[in-house]
């Protein structure tokens, strides 16, 4: 039980990514104008057709079709990935207290547990961060990455599509989208950990790069186009409103102030134990 808390954040990922597996091989008949139901006559469907009359707009380049709608959604999910992102510099902000309710109450009794479990609460309402949160985005662009997938491969003018040296509907023969993709989001990964006070799960920072150059590296070139170009959207999203440099900076600002207020501090006690002054400490 200890291991499955310690790696939940790991195994859910993991859940998802077989999810995605799982679902992006559902589902082979081609879809058009004729197809039922809301998966593919709606979701589907419409996402190709978003595709094609984009890149129709650039003489039917259906890379660049893939590349714009992506940024496009990328775009229109800033707010929830700003959201995330400060969720997330919040749950590290608070890490220090957290480990010291773990210490507090590390006892295992049910009582103490209990206590943990409300001042815990109490720690995350007054901070006013939700730990479940973190997934939200994820969950989000689940169906729309398998969306993507499935309208490459079932739109048969978007499976033949070519962009640059690729075939939109098969793997990319050299691994360069794939190694791109896993690229962007180790980088992406490793901005996130400069902002955070604690390093946080090291394993996550680098795991989650190897899954997505395992999906990619199988499925279609336009899945690793997407996940080039929307992970290195997110890269530029974090320098933009989540700054790790900015962050690391005005952090250590804060700690050498606090660093000359206490050295200030004792050196007015010495000074006043000097003249024989009553000083508090």
């Known amino acids: 039980m200890n291991f499955l808390r310690k790696r939940k954040r790991l195994?859910?990922?993991?859940?998802?990514?077989?999810?995605?597996?799982?679902?992006?091989?559902?589902?082979?008949?081609?879809?058009?104008?004729?197809?039922?139901?809301?998966?593919?006559?709606?979701?589907?469907?419409?996402?190709?057709?978003?595709?094609?009359?984009?890149?129709?707009?650039?003489?039917?380049?259906?890379?660049?079709?893939?590349?714009?709608?992506?940024?496009?959604?990328?775009?229109?999910?800033?707010?929830?990935t700003h959201f995330q992102q400060k969720n997330m510099q919040q749950m590290n902000d608070i890490s220090p207290q957290m480990e010291e309710l773990k210490e507090k109450y590390s006892a295992r009794d049910a009582e103490t547990q209990e206590k943990f479990k409300e001042e815990q609460q109490r720690l995350y309402s007054e901070a006013g961060v939700n730990p479940y949160m973190g997934?939200?985005?994820?969950?989000?662009?689940?169906?729309?990455?398998?969306?993507?997938?499935?309208?490459?491969?079932?739109?048969?003018?978007?499976a033949t599509g070519d962009f640059l040296w690729v075939n939109l509907?098969?793997?990319?023969?050299?691994?360069?989208?794939?190694?791109?993709?896993?690229?962007?989001?180790?980088?992406?990964?490793?901005?996130?950990?400069?902002?955070?006070?604690?390093?946080?799960?090291?394993?996550?920072?680098?795991?989650?790069?190897?899954?997505?150059?395992?999906?990619?590296?199988?499925?279609?070139?336009?899945?690793?186009?997407?996940?080039?170009?929307?992970?290195?959207?997110?890269?530029?999203?974090?320098?933009?409103f989540q700054n790790p440099f900015k962050i690391r900076k005005e952090r250590a600002d804060k700690e050498a102030q606090e660093r000359e207020a206490e050295r200030q501090r004792k050196r007015a006690i010495k000074r006043a134990q000097k003249y024989g002054r009553n000083v508090k400490k």
């Open 11 to 80: 195994l859910l990922a993991v859940s998802m990514l077989a999810l995605v597996v799982f679902l992006s091989a559902c589902g082979t008949d081609p879809v058009s104008a004729e197809s039922t139901g809301i998966w593919e006559g709606v979701i589907i469907y419409n996402f190709a057709r978003a595709i094609i009359w984009v890149s129709n707009l650039f003489g039917e380049n259906y890379g660049v079709g893939i590349i714009i709608v992506t940024v496009i959604i990328r775009a229109m999910l800033i707010p929830f």
């Open 135 to 158: 997934c939200l985005p994820m969950l989000i662009q689940m169906p729309v990455f398998i969306a993507l997938y499935q309208a490459v491969n079932r739109t048969p003018i978007l």
């Open 169 to 240: 509907g098969e793997p990319d023969p050299y691994f360069i989208l794939p190694i791109l993709a896993g690229v962007f989001t180790l980088g992406h990964s490793v901005l996130m950990s400069m902002g955070r006070v604690t390093e946080g799960n090291k394993v996550m920072t680098y795991v989650m790069p190897l899954f997505i150059v395992f999906i990619t590296f199988r499925l279609s070139s336009a899945l690793a186009l997407y996940f080039t170009v929307s992970n290195g959207f997110s890269m530029l999203q974090t320098l933009l």
